[in-house]
């Protein structure tokens, strides 16, 4: 299952970097289910902090959240 978990997050990762643009779960969601993933969305919710607390998301709106990707170079 671990090895899912991270699969999860890396395509997530992919598609937040080649996308950009604001994000939310539903977006999330359907960004892992074009990848072929089962997504759960309190699990999406989860990997869409942990983007944020790299650096690579800005939360923009508390509720619902919505986050911003943040712009490199």
């Given at each position: ?56 998301l800005v ?15």
């Amino acid at each position: 299952m671990m090895g899912d978990s991270t699969s999860q997050r890396a395509d997530l990762e992919k598609a937040v970097r080649t996308f950009g643009g604001l994000w939310d779960t539903v977006r999330g969601l359907r960004a892992l289910c074009d990848t072929g993933h089962d997504p759960h969305p309190k699990h999406t919710r989860r990997i869409l902090r942990y983007l944020a607390s790299e650096g690579l998301l800005v939360n923009v709106k508390d509720w619902p959240v919505r986050y911003r990707t943040v712009r490199t170079g």
